[in-house]
């Protein structure tokens, strides 16, 4: 690296731990600190170059010393003072390795602590729906949602089963369309919500959502099943045989293909 190149990365991470600190950003302020000293300790530069990077870096100090949170962690009547560049180095990449495993354990405590939230309102949620107290278990369900839905991406389609386990078919129906509102690419919510439309008797929509999903991810045989089960639900005895053979012709021992496919089959070729 040539001597223009290294004060101009010095600068360059000065700067950049100047603007950490007016917005505050701790841990940006320590790694750009260090960069800025890490260099410039190995660096050979001129002596009035030297002697300028030594005034941004005393500039920079002033700025980092005067901020109360982080002149909590600096020794006591800490300045900076040529020739101390080594001292400050060890001591700002320390702060940073503390304040970066401090924030992390900080997160983890967060983390830890909302998902002791969620799992109360779900089990508060379930508790109440097992009394028959459907209003005010939906009320929890739905504080549930919105605290949690854009952090966690199954959340949506848990309510939506928990719904379904108790035959709530048209409450549970709405979580499972912003789930793919939401989480378009998270396909095993489809199977779910398809589970909750069959089991409810929705079968224009279950076609529907069989056909959309075919389109976005691929026809593969469980949803040919499906179709052939909505179509034999319908009694589109045509397409149900259709369906049915689609799937045979993947697997030929498919017991519901094989059982749709004889139904259909009697309701289109056996005479009255």
């Not at 369900?141 to 709530?168: H, S």
Request: aromatic residues 10%; hydrophobic residues 40%.
């Amino acid at each position: 690296m040539s001597y223009s190149q290294e004060k101009q990365d010095i600068k360059k991470y000065i700067g950049r731990a100047k603007i950490a600190c007016q917005k505050k950003e701790y841990l940006k302020i320590f790694s750009a600190a260090v960069s800025a000293l890490n260099i410039f300790i190995h660096a050979e530069l001129a002596v009035t170059d030297k002697h300028e990077i030594e005034i941004l870096l005393s500039e920079l100090m002033h700025i980092i010393s005067s901020d109360p949170s982080i002149k909590k962690l600096l020794p006591a009547n800490f300045s900076y003072k040529k020739g101390m560049e080594e001292k400050l180095l060890s001591l700002f990449d320390s702060l940073h390795f503390k304040l970066e495993s401090a924030m992390s354990q900080a997160q983890k405590n967060k983390t830890r602590s909302s998902k002791m939230e969620l799992d109360t309102l779900l089990l508060d949620a379930e508790k109440l729906l097992d009394e028959s107290n459907v209003p005010a278990g939906m009320k929890m369900l739905q504080k549930a949602v919105d605290n949690f839905k854009y952090t966690e991406q199954a959340l949506l389609i848990d309510v939506g089963r928990r719904l379904t386990k108790r035959k709530l078919f048209s409450s549970a129906i709405p979580y499972f369309m912003e789930m793919i509102e939401l989480y378009p690419e998270y396909t095993s919510g489809y199977a779910s919500y398809m589970d909750c439309l069959e089991k409810g008797d929705y079968h224009n929509e279950l076609e529907k959502l069989v056909l959309d999903t075919m389109r976005k991810f691929g026809a593969t045989e469980s949803l040919w099943v499906r179709l052939a089960k909505v179509y034999s639900f319908k009694g589109q005895w045509d397409k149900a045989y259709d369906a049915s053979n689609t799937v045979l012709e993947i697997n030929t021992v498919n017991f519901d293909a094989l059982k749709i496919k004889a139904v259909a089959t009697k309701h289109l070729f056996t005479s009255a």
